[in-house]
């Protein structure tokens, strides 16, 4: 079983449109989470931590399960800029030694 | 502020031959982590170091290696390779305080490597 995992996508959405995207994970002793975003041929960047009390930043929102070991992600009112794939990553040990998803590829379409 | 860099950008590569990757991390970073990035997946963990010890390798063979240096740059080397070898070399590094994790890692934008 693979430790993180996500739906692959694509998402094909137009602006404006609300999209969530879902992940889960296999440790449930994990402590750390979070959302990372990757354009095309670029390297990841991180787009959100993803806290225990749920956390907003703008248009988007994290939440956390630990109950079903669940993360999601929430973009509101998307833009075309918001076009990228999103990876879903768990540090289970608190050491940067992250577990990456998949990703889930989004397009954002006029 | 530079950030993390990596060195080089593309290379081509037989079967069977040898590659170093090298990285750069952000000033003042002591911990450096590389990745695997075959094209369609999320990255995969390889090896993490801090303070030029190795704290941490993932589920790769031991073809793969890898050192950190002094200045806290580090270097990737993988032997013998193979056509699956072929992926994106990502180096990240981190703030970590004694080793323990402060969150965000800052990635490099890799090293693309195709094995024929």
């Known amino acids: 079983r693979k430790e993180v995992e996500q739906d692959p996508g694509p998402f094909n959405v137009p602006e404006g449109a609300t999209v969530a995207f879902n992940c889960t994970y296999s440790n449930s002793a994990s402590q750390s989470f979070f959302w990372y975003r990757q354009d095309c041929r670029k390297e990841p960047k991180l787009l959100m931590s993803v806290y225990s009390s749920g956390n907003e930043d703008g248009r988007f929102t994290a939440q956390l399960n630990r109950a079903s070991q669940y993360i999601s992600l929430l973009i509101r009112d998307s833009k075309l800029s918001d076009s990228a794939t999103y990876l879903c990553?768990?540090?289970?040990?608190?050491?940067?030694?992250?577990?990456f998803g998949s990703g889930t590829k989004l397009n954002v379409k006029p | 502020d530079a950030g993390v860099t990596q060195s080089p950008t593309h290379l081509i590569k037989t079967r069977g031959q040898h590659v170093t990757l090298r990285c750069s991390p952000i000033?003042?970073?002591?911990?450096v982590s590389w990745y695997q990035q075959v094209l369609g997946q999320g990255p995969q963990f390889i090896f993490q170091?801090?303070?030029?010890?190795?704290?941490g390798r993932g589920n790769f063979p031991d073809r793969f290696s890898a050192r950190q240096f002094p200045n806290y740059s580090s270097e990737l080397n993988v032997n013998a390779l193979l056509l699956g070898d072929s992926a994106l070399y990502l180096c990240?590094?981190?703030?970590?305080?004694?080793?323990?994790?402060?969150?965000?890692?800052?990635f490099g934008e890799g090293s693309r490597l195709t094995v024929l």
């Open positions: 170091y801090y303070e030029k010890e190795e704290r």
């Open positions: 990553v768990v540090d289970p040990y608190n050491f940067n030694k992250f577990y």
């Open positions: 990240a590094s981190s703030s970590n305080d004694r080793g323990r994790a402060t969150g965000e890692l800052f």
């Open positions: 000033s003042g970073h002591k911990s």
